[in-house]
């Protein structure tokens, strides 16, 4: 019997006519939710009974739980022959466990049909919008409002249709459509005053309308909400098309000329310093979002971001306003994708003072504000930005580093956080951070595929666009890692069709490296070798000197360390700057140029590599030199920290240069400690 289930709304099924199935009693639509909400994975007796009765539950709660899926069997297959076992709501292990098919229950169709309007060209994305939104009868599992267990299910799906609605609207802009979408989001901010988004797109609907006027009020009724109800300052998005209906002539397109544009910038800025007092936290507020925007820019946009970002947050702390302080740290979402720090001195200093104003808030108060501080001290402890101490030794055994620990407390509970709030914004700054204290060991890439990819679908699903840029890079890095190059190749063309789609220069900086290390990998370093000369011009004025200092020698120690038991030119290599590499290098240097004494000193004081998407093609570095020089100790450490790398490229989880299977370079360096 073919059946549908529904949580959008009161607990439902219908059978293959459409009808109705009687369910009985609430308790009985209750353990149907709960069985739906777990989606096809097995619930335990005692916890349907913790859900049911979260309070006490009474002494017989677990034969009324067997008498409630009992009610329900009979319910859902009157037709069952006694004595046969349901093939649908199925006793397993602890517990029980409903088999729906994927289509037959509204929730997760709403989610397909989501997934599938998010890629589609407007006029269709508009059909598949409203069919996916016609799903909805009422509020998540509307009969249980209060039950604990519906929680997370209810807030997940509330923000898909909120952003479903937005989208929506969207598509309905791009057809021309803009009447239909004013009505429509008049209702949706009315009822959601809090949406940003919604109200950027009523103001543009608006203003398409031939309504100037009521769509700069919209705007101003945007900010008095955000003040009034929030206590915020408008966002961007805002401010930005304010700016955009103000220069833009009436009934005139988003192509505004330059001058036009560059008169009204003149003309806002002159209004700005003539209206807000010189020591109004608003200007710091406005600098910091100016700050947060001008790094997306490129180069030179993202060096004058590093510069005076630190001033706005040392002026923040010295007004001693804890809260304002937290809010200037925290807005600086910028995604990041490189490990290492371009300014390690500075970043330390934001971790410190990203630490002290998280200690500052209420715990209880500013649960968001809180994990967007925590997000900052993931994002900034970078390879080993926040070391307070020396790093231990490559020789050594392994160390558990303290701020190491701490910023990985700091990345789980930012997710954590952010995923209790319901912020996708948010969830995608926390994401970020975990992936940069994803290195406390080698051999990370599937994790951090796993990571890139929630970024993606949560950055296409919310419109973050420069999130999504980074989740597209994350698992370039990651499947280069894992040697799935075609799948990397895919995520490299996504990126750059994004990154000019939504200017953002600075990916194809990343992907010029890729297509060199697939070239390499594919058809060899004579291939790759002019592919890399263009990737290493690329990066020498990026704006990211953690990224391009060392680099090139780097690409020239490829074909070295490809080649089994190969040794560097000392001659080649004294004229490149191994800049931050210098002390892995050193040691097989010194063993190339023949001084096995000074090579097996140097490998005695050399650091462990950082913990970043370079510390595998390092220990590969080390493990050559010491297989070299004969220096055990840091050769059963290469060993040790390579194999859970064992089936990944050496380098390549970086997405710049690979030095071979780290399984080739864990072999030689087994054979030698043989």
Do not use: K
């Not at 609207?169 to 008049?186: C, I, K, P, Q, W």
């Not at 291939?527 to 263009?534: C, E, V």
């Not at 074909?559 to 004294?574: C, Q, T």
């Amino acid at each position: 019997m073919r059946l549908a289930f529904g949580v959008l709304g009161p607990v439902a099924a219908w059978d293959a006519a459409g009808d109705a199935v009687a369910l009985g009693a609430p308790r009985h639509r209750e353990v149907l939710g709960r069985l739906l909400v777990a989606r096809g994975r097995v619930v335990p007796v005692d916890r349907l009974v913790a859900d049911l009765w979260p309070q006490e539950p009474p002494a017989g709660a677990v034969g009324a739980v067997r008498t409630f899926v009992a009610a329900l069997r009979r319910a859902l297959e009157p037709d069952r022959p006694p004595r046969r076992p349901s093939r649908l709501l199925v006793t397993q292990g602890p517990g029980y466990v409903l088999h729906a098919n994927r289509d037959a229950v509204d929730a997760w169709r709403f989610e397909a049909t989501v997934e599938r309007a998010g890629a589609a060209p407007p006029r269709a994305a508009v059909a598949l919008w409203d069919a996916a939104l016609a799903l909805w009868r009422g509020p998540v599992l509307a009969d249980f409002p209060s039950a604990p267990w519906a929680g997370a299910d209810r807030a997940r799906l509330e923000a898909l249709r909120l952003n479903a609605v937005e989208r929506r609207a969207d598509a309905l802009l791009a057809t021309g459509s803009v009447r239909e979408a004013a009505v429509d989001l008049e209702a949706h901010v009315a009822a959601h005053p809090w949406r940003e988004d919604g109200w950027v797109l009523l103001a543009t609907a608006l203003d398409r309308s031939g309504r100037r006027g009521d769509a700069l009020a919209a705007l101003r009724r945007a900010r008095r909400v955000l003040a009034e109800e929030l206590g915020t300052d408008p966002g961007p998005g805002l401010v930005r098309a304010e700016a955009r209906i103000l220069r833009e002539r009436p009934g005139a397109g988003a192509d505004v000329p330059a001058g036009i544009a560059d008169g009204v910038w003149s003309s806002a800025a002159a209004a700005w310093e003539r209206s807000v007092p010189a020591r109004s936290p608003a200007r710091l507020h406005a600098t910091a979002g100016l700050l947060r925007d001008l790094a997306v820019t490129g180069s030179e946009g993202l060096e004058e971001a590093h510069r005076h970002r630190q001033e706005v947050v040392a002026a923040a702390e010295a007004t001693g306003d804890a809260e304002l302080t937290a809010r200037i740290i925290g807005s600086y979402d910028v995604p990041a994708v490189w490990t290492r720090a371009d300014d390690p001195e500075g970043a330390a200093r934001l971790v410190r003072a990203a630490a002290r104003a998280a200690a500052s808030l209420d715990p209880g108060r500013s649960p968001a504000l809180r994990a967007r501080l925590l997000s900052v001290v993931a994002v900034e402890s970078r390879g080993d930005a926040a070391a307070d101490g020396p790093l231990a030794g490559a020789a050594g055994p392994p160390v558990r580093e303290p701020w190491r620990a701490r910023a990985e407390r700091a990345a789980e509970e930012a997710v954590r956080l952010a995923r209790l709030s319901g912020d996708p914004a948010l969830l995608a700054f926390a994401l970020n951070g975990a992936f940069m204290q994803s290195f406390g060991r080698c051999g990370g890439c599937a994790g951090r595929e796993a990571t890139g990819r929630e970024l993606v679908r949560l950055s296409a699903g919310h419109h973050l666009p420069g999130h999504e840029v980074l989740g597209r890079l994350m698992r370039l890095q990651a499947l280069a890692g894992l040697g799935d190059l075609d799948a990397a190749a895919a995520e490299a063309e996504a990126a750059d069709r994004l990154a000019a789609r939504h200017e953002r220069p600075l990916a194809g900086v990343f992907t010029a490296w890729f297509a060199a290390l697939r070239a390499c990998e594919t058809d060899g370093w004579r291939a790759a070798r002019p592919l890399y000369a263009r990737a290493l011009e690329a990066t020498a004025g990026c704006g990211m000197p953690g990224l391009a200092r060392g680099t090139e020698a780097l690409v020239a120690l490829v074909p070295v360390l490809r080649a089994d038991g190969a040794l560097p030119s000392p001659e080649e290599f004294a004229r490149l700057d191994a800049g931050p590499y210098e002390p892995w290098l050193t040691p097989l240097l010194l063993a190339a140029a023949g001084s096995a004494d000074r090579a097996r000193q140097a490998l005695d004081r050399v650091r462990r590599p950082p913990h970043d998407l370079l510390q595998e093609a390092l220990w590969c570095l080390l493990a050559r030199a010491a297989g070299a020089v004969g220096h055990l100790p840091v050769l059963r450490r290469a060993v040790e920290e390579l194999a859970p790398a064992r089936a990944e490229s050496a380098g390549a989880a970086g997405g710049l240069i690979s030095f071979g299977p780290v399984a080739r370079h864990l072999h030689a360096a087994e054979e030698a400690l043989a």
